[in-house]
């Protein structure tokens, strides 16, 4: 054989090769959003209420925040060492 039939041979095999996998992600990706859409209309997602709006970082008696300073504080003096 010609190494131009090689050549043919093997950008045929190659092509024959990447269609496959790529008919099979494909294949992949509409099997998984079926079965998506499945799982959401057998069992949609449970309605919850919106939750409440945490307090503004002022509003506190400060005390975790000063133990978080106070904390961040010790550990630049101890690495200056």
Do not use: K, N
Not at 27 to 45: E, K
Not at 52 to 79: F, H, N, T
């Amino acid at each position: 054989m010609s190494e131009t039939v090689l050549l043919y041979e093997s950008l045929r095999l190659m092509l024959i090769g990447m269609g496959i996998v790529f008919s099979f992600l494909l294949l992949l990706v509409g099997i998984l959003r079926l079965m998506s859409w499945t799982a959401l209309r057998l069992a949609p997602l449970p309605q919850t209420e919106p939750a409440a709006l945490p307090a503004a970082p002022g509003s506190g008696d400060g005390v975790p925040i000063a133990v978080i300073a106070a904390a961040i504080a010790r550990y630049r003096a101890g690495r200056r060492r």
